[in-house]
């Protein structure tokens, strides 16, 4: 990897020298400069990450240009990490790429010295051992004033909202007594010219990091290994549990509505006025697909004549880079499912607003084909759709959930009818049956046990 070489020059700014070396086909070694200067205003972390970008932007250049290869003999784990974000962008997706990123940043806080020879399965171990004793803080805002403030001045969560340049559904989600991020709350007191102490309390809050993320850091540590590996710059993968004490999982608790529940918020659902909630989360309901897959269906994958639905693209938010659109989960996640006749219809009566939608707004209407749009006909965000869900909640009188929660009901609904687990498991696109049965061996041993009971009546 090319060195960097951080220099303060005299007008105050700073620059960073970047030197690659390359061993030409004759054996001799060639260097190659460059000079990159840190723009004002930018901070030192985010200078450090460009400018690690920067250099190897330049050593692959260099590499095209010379036909020769970077010598990584001495490469620090930080700098070769960054080479494998790059790779990891062109083979994984976005999301995946981002979320690494995110990771190494802390991980190269502390390995990132490392060159990656030096990464010894105790190095890494250590640091895993470490983060199971670490803390995660959070600081977010209650609303204390905010409801009498904008009350005393006549202001909506939309007005509210659009003074402050945040979304109303956060401002409404602050009124309601949820906690907001400090960095809204902020937003929204300086958009109110309010005191942000009168309308806002601070919520601290330290969580040690949970078996799963502790789990990612790692997962994230062996890849870029195991790239280091596949081009021959270490000989073994430390992190691989070849080495690593295993990160015992935590098994997820199933939050789902039982069959009360469930009808009591179908029933609910069924009387809501707005049809784009309503055939949204009657989809969800039904269908038991995920919240990304919901917002990336199009009106080509549904088959109303046929009654069936075709999964084959998921939409989801990305931080800094919006709502992009991504292959499925996983190959088995490309499905296609029967509709029940119930949702058909509701189906029908939501085809018929969209087009009518559609028309009224004429020129004005966005170019779109996604079931499920903003009021221009732009793709809806899918955290649209959790607000959505809990406004039925509240309407049906129901407690929290999570969205998930509805993917979670629609598959256990099925187990405990009886319904195959086979059948079960494509339906809802996993992998393998076993990541249906071991996700859902409680609900399944209750169908089990219903089975027994209805033998035991038949003979006895």
Known sequence: MASITKNELKNGGVSYRIQAVTTLLSGKQKSYASTWRKPEGMTEAQAKKEVQKYAFEFEEKIKRLSGGAIDDRNIRFAEYSMRWIEQSRDSNSLSHAVRSEEILDEVNAVLGKYTLNDLTPSVIQRYIDSLKKRKRKTVRAKATGLKAYMQANGLSAEKAGALSKVSPKTVASALKGNNISHDAAQSISKGLTADFRGLFAVIEDERPLSNET?????????????MAKRQRLVAENYASTDYIMPIKAEAPEIMCFDSTKAKQFYECLGNEPDIRIKAALMILLFMGLRRAELCGLEWRDIDLDGKKMTILRNSLPVPKHGVI??????????????????????????????FIQKMELGDRWADAVRLFCQAS????????????????????GLEHYTLHSLRHTNITLQLTAGVPVKTVSARAGHSRTTVTLNRYSHFISESDYEAAEKLNSIFC
Not at 214 to 226: D, P, Q, W
């Open 325 to 354: 659109t991504k292959e499925p989960k996983t190959k088995t996640s490309k499905r296609s499912i029967f509709i029940p006749d119930s949702l058909v219809s509701v189906l029908k009566e939501y085809k018929r607003w969209w």
């Open 214 to 226: 502790i789990a990612k850091y790692r997962r994230t540590i062996r890849a870029v290994l195991g």
């Open 377 to 396: 006909g732009k793709p809806v965000n899918p955290n649209t759709i959790g607000f959505w869900f809990n406004k039925i909640l509240g309407k049906a």
